[in-house]
């Protein structure tokens, strides 16, 4: 009782005016702020993990509808490095030995969810330079032999015709080959002839029949992601390496999959390309043409980059005298250019001794620092890298040679296969040179055989276009 006359009390003491109405809170505050505040402050924040090719992991907490290149480019500012557009999201099945790039539209919780807790799987954060290839080059993922147009369409259509074929909504191109399919529950695997339509992955069960009496429904993509086999060969028993599966979307494990085989790396492109235009049209177009946006409609094979503000004010200065001058004479900055990127490499060889005098490093340590160099890895690991970070045209790296420890192997990527150039050391004169075509061309040292031909093709049957790097996060 004598709390209640206490409050009561304290209710009868009369309110004193407010001077400043507009920073009390009104009725409809709670409202007028949740509609203001961007979504972001309310949505759920989760733990992902993230992997990059040298095992080292990153932990995010991110909100749980971002998308996969949303993460992408978180990592990117994180780790200050250069967007190029070619960073990828990969998931890993590890057990099953399954890959696959996540779109850059898909949300990255959705994946998560349809994990199984018996998969070892990992989110890999890596570069894929194939990821969009195709619109800029469908010349070679298309290959005539494995494509057929509608009755309708009697004239010639071109490889750029093909991919607005692929995105539109009213015509589709016929995929078709062979292909060796695994026998669900078995050990064996059939050679069959598909066919790719847009109602799905038809074979025939009568040689190359298309009668629709003779076509039997293998997959339909909507409930399925597609994974690239990387391992099919010792865990299936593939009959090639040039294999791919369609995995059920809350699959219960390797029994729901649906395995096939190419005979080669072509045509497993050509069959993955193709599907993935099926299953999400002009939503990869979008997802390529996203960082053009806002260039006034621009192609991004006709935008030019732009020079920043730092790099126009920047002037060629000769320090040598007593006074500094500025180089006007572009040969004359040219050859001083040239002689302290001589200068600044020979004092990279040197390095101090036990006494604290400069001693000369051998030429063998100086490409040991370079993204591009590989140690002691072997032949098929170095295919395993260059796959991974996409089948295009001058992707390389440089390795030690297993079979001659005193020579370097340069692997390269060219018209979707890998080649490897034997780097072979000579010495004349005392001075120790390194060449790829048996010493026509002779370089001081990988360093600049590699700068040599990223900008001239030589013996080469393309430049040095990008490198396979192991990056950390």
């Not at 954060?125 to 494509?147: C, G, Q, T, V």
């Not at 339909?220 to 690239?228: A, I, P, Q, R, V």
């Not at 390529?288 to 126009?312: A, D, F, K, W």
């Amino acid at each position: 009782n004598r709390r209640k006359k206490k409050d009561d009390s304290i209710l009868e003491i009369p309110s004193i005016p407010n001077p400043f109405p507009e920073l009390c809170c009104s009725p409809f505050a709670s409202v007028l702020s949740a509609s203001l505040l961007p979504k972001a402050t309310s949505r759920k924040k989760q733990v992902i993990k993230v992997y990059s090719e040298d095992d080292t992991s990153r932990a995010l907490e991110v909100p749980s509808d971002i998308t996969a290149r949303d993460v992408c480019q978180l990592l990117i500012l994180k780790n200050h490095y250069i967007d190029d557009h070619s960073w990828t999201l990969f998931e890993q099945v590890t057990h099953a030995g399954l890959g696959r790039a996540i779109e850059d539209h898909e949300l990255v919780m959705e994946v998560q969810s349809n994990w199984v807790m018996q998969e070892e799987n990992k989110l890999y954060f890596r570069k894929n330079y194939a990821k969009y290839e195709f619109f800029k080059n469908p010349l070679s993922f298309f290959p005539d032999h494995m494509i057929s147009f509608p009755s309708e369409t009697n004239a010639a259509v071109s490889h750029s015709g093909i991919l607005q074929m692929f995105l539109s909504s009213s015509t589709y191109p016929e995929i078709h080959g062979y292909l060796h399919a695994k026998e669900q529950g078995k050990k064996s695997w059939k050679k069959m002839y598909f066919l790719l339509r847009r109602s799905g992955l038809y074979f025939s069960t009568k040689g190359t029949s298309k009668e629709p009496r003779h076509l039997q429904f293998f997959c339909e993509f909507s409930n399925s992601d597609m994974y690239m086999s990387l391992t099919g060969k010792k865990i299936f028993g593939a009959p090639t390496n040039y294999g791919f599966c369609f995995k059920p979307n809350k699959s219960g494990g390797t029994r729901d999959l649906k395995q096939l085989c190419a005979d080669d790396e072509q045509s497993r492109t050509c069959w993955m390309t193709a599907i993935r235009l099926l299953k999400y049209g002009m939503q990869l177009y979008q997802n390529y043409m996203q960082p053009y946006q806002g260039r006034s409609g621009c192609s991004p094979l006709n935008v030019t980059p732009m020079r920043s503000i730092s790099e126009n004010s920047l002037v060629a200065m000769d320090f040598s005298g007593h006074r500094s001058r500025i180089i006007e004479n572009p040969t004359e900055a040219l050859s001083v250019a040239v002689e302290e990127g001589l200068a600044w490499r020979r004092r990279g060889c040197l390095r101090l001794n036990s006494h604290g005098s400069p001693i000369a490093m051998s030429n063998m340590a100086i490409h040991r620092s370079q993204s591009w160099f590989h140690h002691k890895i072997s032949r098929e690991e170095a295919q395993r890298l260059i796959l991974q970070h996409g089948l295009v045209d001058g992707v390389f790296l440089v390795r030690d040679s297993q079979s001659n420890p005193k020579t370097f192997v340069l692997s390269l990527s060219h018209g979707l296969k890998i080649k490897h150039f034997q780097i072979v050391p000579l010495e004349d004169d005392g001075k120790l040179f390194y060449t790829l075509d048996d010493g026509h061309t002779r370089f001081t040292d990988l360093i600049q055989l590699v700068e040599f031909y990223q900008l001239n093709k030589g013996v080469l049957p393309c430049k040095l276009k990008h490198y396979c790097a192991r990056i950390a996060l």
